[in-house]
């Protein structure tokens, strides 16, 4: 994993879409190489709500 990708403030949370733990980079949708500059539409959507949720 790259050093941008491990910046990631998504990476906080889990992956719903292949199922990456919370820290873990999120893969390719074959699931076979690990992506190195951004995470999943949905773990960026999840990542938001936690944000949300801890906001209040």
Not at 16 to 38: I, K, L, N, Y
Not at 42 to 53: N, P
């Given at each position: ?9 998504q990476l906080a949370v889990a992956c ?41």
């Amino acid at each position: 994993m790259t050093d941008r990708a491990r910046s990631l403030p998504q990476l906080a949370v889990a992956c719903p879409t292949r199922g990456a733990a919370p820290g873990e980079p999120c893969t390719s949708h074959g699931g076979t190489r690990p992506r190195r500059t951004h995470t999943h539409v949905s773990r960026r959507a999840a990542w938001a709500t936690s944000r949300k949720d801890t906001r209040r």
